[in-house]
């Protein structure tokens, strides 16, 4: 063969990309590491579960040989990740679970530095303060939640998910997204309230967001609730978090609703760019 002819067929070679069929894809290439996929697999078979279960149980429930099931919830349960009940000897979810939720959702702890200021917010005005996340384009995920001393006091639990431009916090996302009225409109017929408010109304408070950087829902996403909410920029201008207080219809009047929205801007001013 002469030498053009060589580089011919070797300029052919490493042109030729193979099929879709004939590459190979590095991702998932590993074979799954079976005890931790059996581990998972009971772990979601209790939290599906809402009671404890015995070994043999778990075991038959999830085609898994009883030895092995009993060797993989001895791991579990020496690392508090569920508990075990010496008297029905029966296994259950446990705290180090919640622990690990919670510190996935608390964004590594970092909220914990702006607490005190948030509980001061909550005890100041006798309201509930939460903190959300956007996680993902149309859902927001609560982080936190501080209460005031008071006997009686809103309640929500961590982790609820909330359409993204309901109640204040959706209202002050929705003026510094700048989204149309016509996007606005489309989304409004689409959510659940307890008691809507007529779309102009709606787009009216939005706006009003452009005057004092807060919002507030009068007893329309739940009936009875009050809410004022600022939304909590990352060092590149986005919103990633919102703080909302939360209380009983009526609880405050207009002027402290104003206060108490210029407290939580001033704190969500504080935590701009640290998440």
Same mark, same amino acid.
């Given at each position: ?74 791991? *579990? /349960?020496?690392?508090?990740?569920? $508990? ?12 180090? %679970? =919640? &622990? *690990? /939720?919670?510190?996935?959702?608390? $964004? ?12 001061? %917010? =909550? &005890? ?152």
């Amino acid at each position: 063969m002469t030498g053009q002819a060589q580089l011919r067929q070797s300029k052919r070679a490493v042109g030729k990309r193979p099929r879709a069929s004939e590459r190979k894809s590095t991702v998932g290439a590993s074979p799954p590491v079976k005890p931790v996929v059996n581990a998972l697999r009971i772990l979601k078979h209790l939290s599906a579960l809402h009671r404890p279960d015995n070994v043999t149980n778990i075991a038959r429930s999830l085609n898994l040989n009883t030895s092995t099931c009993f060797n993989i919830l001895r791991t *579990l /349960a020496a690392e508090q990740v569920v $508990d075990f009940n010496e008297t029905s000897k029966s296994y259950a979810i446990g705290l180090g %679970i =919640a &622990q *690990l /939720a919670h510190s996935a959702l608390s $964004d590594g702890g970092k909220i914990e530095v702006f607490r005190p200021a948030i509980e001061e %917010i =909550a &005890q100041t005005y006798g309201v509930t303060v939460t903190l959300w996340k956007l996680m993902d384009r149309d859902r927001i995920v609560l982080l936190s939640v501080s209460r005031s001393g008071a006997h009686f006091h809103i309640q929500m639990p961590i982790g609820q998910r909330l359409p993204l431009f309901i109640g204040a916090f959706g209202r002050a996302l929705a003026f510094y997204r700048k989204i149309s009225k016509q996007e606005l409109r489309a989304y409004f017929a689409k959510v659940r309230w307890e008691n809507p408010p007529p779309f102009e109304q709606y787009w009216r408070d939005i706006q009003e967001v452009s005057k004092r950087g807060w919002a507030v829902d009068q007893g329309n996403f739940a009936r009875g609730i009050t809410s004022v909410g600022a939304p909590v920029f990352d060092r590149g201008g986005t919103i990633r978090h919102g703080l909302v207080a939360s209380m009983f219809q009526g609880q405050l009047n207009n002027e402290t609703l104003a206060r108490l929205g210029k407290d939580l801007v001033a704190i969500s001013t504080d935590i701009k760019g640290f998440f």
